[in-house]
């Protein structure tokens, strides 16, 4: 590929800008929540009709056989796809359409896709609206520089990222659209930023703790059991020496921001006794449940993360034998991490340069995202994440991205393209 080639792809995403920007102002005009999963049809025609105009062959996929696939949400994914000049397997770029839901303290509509001081504002648009239509044009600024490439290249725009991502990423690659055969890289465009790459994220053990004890009557306590004291030893416990002793470990993942490159452990809820509002009754509080969600490192492992958990809920039954304590697993995702000598790092860290003319970074998520179920389920290992925004506005009030790093980054992932599929 000449640097006169390369040229004119820039040239083609600079004239693009407007297009670039309304069509990510569009995507952010229609309120896809989730949950409950809104608008999703809208959402997947709006990509698939751009994506027709870029002359790409576009499917709409309904995610039949996922229980969130409902008549009154139903949940469907696009694919658009281009062509290359060999046949073998494709270069794809998939960003999930889906957007949490508003929440208070914003000052501009979060479904009014406006700009502001160089700023597109609105519920996605960082996460990741601004990033489906860098995609979008990094492929078509390809196309318009007349640019032949070997690889077939694919742009997918799915659903329920932020609710697990079954039905989206997961299904495409239950469904064989996404594989090892069928896939050479995926790029995920969420909003790590211009100039960084994410190789990855920490593990998720999601599980539930249940004390039950015995009811009696609250006036005469002692008759009973107390769950809810008993629960308290297992808080406690996690408190003064889990909390701590995860604190202790480090990962040597390149995990953003640094508190999260700890292990942690966050209480997500306590449900016990009887409920606190109403007409309450004298009872001994006979149950009592917690959701923990323990992030792991690569280091640590689930195995070991599952006996650790199980060891100190144990103890917690030795403090207070009378109650009994049970765990259950709610949702686990492995830690994954992009081999380091991957294609899709250097293509990326180059192109950033050139652009940007800063160097790169590599990072890993505090959280998980979709390159769970490509690593995962469609075994994919060559996955990153690279896209325009900023990560700590993902899900905040006046959440916005701004309109020039839009434009960088479409750049950046039209380069990448091209070295990936030259
Ligand atoms: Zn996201």
Known sequence: MSSADLDSVLTEVDRAAEEIIDFAARLIRIPTVNPPGEEYEACANAIGD???????????????????????????????????????????????????????????????????????????ACDMKAGIAAAVFAVEAIRRAGIAHTAPLEISGTVDEESGGFAGVGWLAENGLLSRARTKAVIIPEPFGVDRVCIGHRGVYWFEVTAEGRIAHGSMPYLGINAIEGMSHLLDLVRDELGPALFERVTAMPVVPDGSRHATININGIDGGQPIDGVPSP?????????????????????????????????????????????????????????????????LTDAIERVTGRPAA???????????????????????????????????????????????????????????AP
Request: charged share 20%; proline share 7%; glycine share 10%.
């Open 362 to 420: 590599l990072v890993a998520s505090p959280g998980t995202y979709d390159q769970k179920h490509v690593a995962r389920i469609a075994g994919v290992p060559h996955c990153v994440a690279y896209g325009p925004g900023q990560l700590d506005l993902a899900h905040q009030p006046d959440e916005y991205c701004s309109v020039a790093d839009i434009i960088a980054a479409t750049k950046v992932l039209a380069l990448a393209v091209v070295k990936l």
């Open 50 to 124: 751009q994506l027709r105009a870029h002359g790409q062959d576009v499917q709409l996929l309904p995610a039949i056989g996922c229980k969130e696939h409902t008549p009154q949400h139903p949940r469907i994914n696009v694919i658009g796809s281009q062509a290359g000049a060999a046949n073998g397997p494709a270069i794809h770029l998939n960003g999930h359409f889906d957007v949490v839901p508003t929440g208070s303290g914003w000052t501009r509509d979060p479904f009014g896709g406006e700009i502001f001081d160089g700023k597109l504002y609105g519920r996605g």
């Open 283 to 347: 009872c001994v509080a006979d149950r009592c449940r917690v959701v923990f969600d323990r992030r792991f490192l690569m280091e640590e492992g689930l195995e070991r993360t599952r006996a650790e958990i199980a060891a100190l809920v144990a103890r917690a039954q030795s403090r207070m034998p009378e109650v009994r304590f049970s765990i259950e697993d709610r949702l686990i995702f492995e830690p994954t991490r992009t081999p380091e000598d991957a294609p899709v790092i250097g293509a």
